[in-house]
């Protein structure tokens, strides 16, 4: 529900970084623009659903930590 609510101001936070990249790469590199502009949007995402989709009381007795243990270290959680 809190994604929902913040579906503007999401998307708001997501268009600004496409205009920069539209209005100093992309005028001359048009694919590195478009290749920047992909990894921030997927990397936004991703950010937003496990920050704010995740409840915190995610089930710690299978989960200590809330973190699988099969989970990469190297992947933030």
Known sequence: ?????????IWIAAAIP??????TLGRRHRRTA?????VFTLW?????????GMPDSYPAP??????PPWWPSFIPA
Do not use: K, Q, R
């Open 44 to 52: 936004f995402a991703w950010f937003l659903v496990t920050w704010l």
């Open 34 to 38: 478009l290749a920047a502009g992909l």
């Open 62 to 67: 299978s989960c200590p930590g809330n973190v």
């Open 18 to 23: 496409w205009v920069i990249l539209h209005g």
């Open 1 to 9: 529900m809190t994604l929902l609510f913040l579906a503007p101001l």
